[in-house]
């Protein structure tokens, strides 16, 4: 079928309505069940109805599912400085990529806790204006900081505690609860060239900072610096936890840039004293300073703070610092991990103040869905994260391949999209691409190093929804990237016999080697004799990888001239005479996930064959002397009488055999041989 044909209906995914002339789905069936929709309140039935109204758990519901067609991406509103004043905490805005940051914009102590905090000599108070502003952030430094590491700059290993960062580290929650809006007067907040971290200078510089920055930029800075921070002030850290900011804020800039340089650094490292700078040469300095905070009774009072200082004056600055464009950024990922439990308390925190939560991605997802590839294209060039998480797809390269724009595709993996990055509805933009027919789509993220054989869930994988959906065309494309040595091609076979799809069968029947494997295997079971016997026909054995490895060389040269993949057809022709010359089926799990498949079989082959070559063949060693030596008095005699050469298994060699030119190899060399027949039995399925 046409990429082009237009007049087919796609039963489970997107409409082709919109985007830049995207791929036309072809007629499809689908493979897996629909899931119900849940029933109105006038039609529900009463659950646990013994229990009276107050005590009774509320039934369960389940989510509806939108088409994709419909899914919108209201974009979250601009991210305003923490609110000094109670007042101004409300309204709550109605979408936000950081719920938390909101709520820590609400928390205020009282007085008597301020003064509890002055009278505690042990803790301090840490003034923040990038980065650390986002409780999330704040929990994931404290979370990483409890395993303890080595600090080049104290010159020994810091170990801060749970208190040590006044429980930050336990949830998003506890760290919001540590936080609480602040004003530093006569500083200005900058962004210096390539650090994703705000830095801060004295305003007292701002006019000659202006200056440099226009010679650079030609164009003003608008707004003008207010000549003072709105941040927010952390309270109850102690000396460890503040050691800890000095190692990632005032080791150098390197270490700013890229904080997990400090996990490949040891005490005994040789680079350690190349790495504790000069005082003076570090890029931020500590400070003391005093801040305005808001108690809880809405009074405002002066508190002593520690704070970091951008210590190279005008250096490097090149502009006012933007908290989105942190958020949008990859660096917020990077310092969050991938574990994604941190978007669950923020969903959990959005949810309770009522308000949307709205992930990195969606500006991307946004002017995918509306077909706005100018707008793709700006966010991108400003740095906006092309594997920023988003809802319902995951990804934004997800919902492009689901909505079928070739040029939003080819866009988002130019600037680096991921084409393996896991979850979202279809868990991979290689399915979602699959399940919508968009073959033209599915060829692109293939060549872009897609994981053909990547888990998807419900959906099994890529191949099991080609199959199911009947798209002879897409099949053939996977198959010949590999999807064949999926190890769920029985079922995905099956799948084609329970739908009567004799096309389908005839094709995945060409790429099918479990015949093969199975006669390979009772080939193998019919040559193993005995302990002895074996001994006596090893010469035979150790020939095998040197024959697999001839008709493996030959095949690949008469297919070099042919066209296909050789993950492909070409791939299963040469697998095939491999299986027939002798190899065990073992040899499909060596080459299941490697890149370059053929290369990784020969290379294989190869690596039996210098084994065989350098190695003698081994003797049976739980085979007792006597038993030995009882055998030899019977067939063996035999056979020394027609063969007189023949070394006896006890001669004066000490019962070693020898290669041809009568060179014992040491004992521990014959014993750590492999040969093919102790791998068959791994090789039984495919």
Not at 162 to 180: F, H, L, Q, R
Not at 306 to 329: A, D, K, M
Not at 626 to 640: A, V
């Amino acid at each position: 079928m046409a990429d082009d044909q237009t007049n087919k209906v796609q039963i489970e995914t997107s409409s082709s309505a919109i985007h830049d002339v995207p791929e036309a789905p072809r007629q499809t069936k689908t493979p897996t069940p629909s899931i119900s929709r849940t029933q109105s309140k006038s039609s529900a039935r009463v659950r646990f109805g013994v229990l009276p109204s107050g005590r009774r758990p509320a039934p369960s519901t389940e989510p509806l599912d939108e088409d994709d067609e419909n899914i919108s991406f209201p974009l979250p509103e601009p991210l305003k400085p923490p609110p000094l004043y109670s007042k101004d905490c409300i309204p709550l805005p109605v979408s936000t990529l950081s719920p938390s940051y909101i709520l820590a914009g609400t928390n205020r102590f009282s007085r008597e806790e301020i003064r509890a905090m002055k009278r505690n000599s042990s803790t301090s108070n840490l003034f923040v204006y990038g980065g650390l502003t986002f409780p999330a952030i704040l929990r994931a430094i404290a979370a990483k900081s409890l395993k303890g590491v080595y600090s080049p700059i104290h010159q020994r290993r810091l170990y801060p505690s749970s208190t040590d960062w006044a429980k930050a580290d336990v949830s998003i929650k506890n760290a919001c609860e540590a936080m609480t809006p602040a004003l530093l007067k006569g500083f200005d907040r900058w962004r210096v060239s390539h650090l994703d971290w705000a830095v801060m200078q004295d305003s007292r510089m701002t006019r000659k900072i202006l200056r440099a920055i226009e010679s650079w930029n030609d164009e003003p800075i608008a707004p003008q610096p207010p000549g003072e921070v709105v941040g927010f002030l952390i309270v109850g850290l102690t000396g460890e936890a503040l050691r800890y900011c000095d190692m990632l804020f005032s080791s150098d800039l390197e270490v700013m840039k890229n904080p997990s340089i400090l996990d490949k650094l040891d005490e005994s490292s040789s680079s350690v004293s190349d790495r504790v700078p000069d005082p003076s040469d570090r890029p931020l300095q500590r400070q003391n300073v005093t801040v305005d905070i808001e108690l809880s009774d809405g009074s405002i009072i002066p508190v002593g703070a520690l704070t970091y200082v951008w210590s190279h004056g005008i250096e490097n600055i090149r502009g006012l610092w933007s908290p989105e464009r942190f958020l949008q950024g990859p660096k917020m990922g990077q310092l969050l991990g991938k574990d994604s439990a941190w978007r669950d308390e923020e969903q959990a925190l959005a949810s309770t103040m009522k308000v949307s939560y709205a992930l990195t991605g969606d500006y991307l997802c946004s002017s995918i869905t509306t077909n706005d590839l100018p707008e793709l294209q700006r966010l991108l060039q400003n740095h906006f994260d092309p594997n920023g998480p988003c809802r319902v797809y995951g990804s934004p390269l997800q919902a492009a391949a689901c909505l079928g724009s070739k040029k939003m595709v080819k866009e988002l993996l130019k600037h680096g999209a991921d084409a393996n990055l896991e979850g979202g509805r279809y868990r991979s933009p290689l399915i979602a691409a699959t399940i919508a027919s968009r073959k033209g789509i599915t060829e692109m993220l293939l060549d872009a190093k897609a994981n053909v054989q990547a888990d998807g869930g419900i959906y099994i994988n890529a191949l099991y929804q080609a199959v199911g959906h009947s798209d002879l065309e897409i099949a053939e494309v996977l198959l010949e990237h590999g999807a064949w040595l999926s190890e769920n091609f029985r079922e995905i076979r099956d799948l084609a016999l329970e739908q009567n799809d004799t096309e389908m069968q005839d094709l995945l029947a060409k790429y099918d080697l479990r015949d093969h494997c199975r006669r390979a295997l009772a080939s193998s079971r019919r040559r193993e004799l005995t302990a002895v016997e074996r001994y006596h026909g090893d010469s035979q054995m150790m020939k095998t990888s040197a024959r697999v490895l001839t008709a493996v060389m030959k095949k690949v040269l008469v297919l070099q001239t042919d066209p296909g993949n050789w993950k492909g057809y070409k791939l299963v022709s040469v697998i095939k005479v491999a299986l027939e010359a002798g190899a065990p089926p073992i040899i499909l799990e060596y080459i299941r996930s490697a890149m370059e498949p053929v290369a990784m079989l020969i290379e294989v082959l190869r690596d039996k064959d210098r084994q065989e070559d350098n190695q003698p063949r081994r003797v049976i060693a739980d085979v007792p002397r006597e038993e030995r030596s009882s055998e030899y008095s019977s067939s063996d005699k035999e056979s020394e009488r027609i063969n007189p050469h023949r070394s006896h298994p006890s001669s004066n060699s000490g019962g070693r055999r020898t290669n041809v030119r009568g060179n014992a190899k040491p004992k521990s060399q014959r014993e750590s041989r492999i040969r093919w027949s102790d791998l068959d039995s791994l090789g039984a399925s495919h």
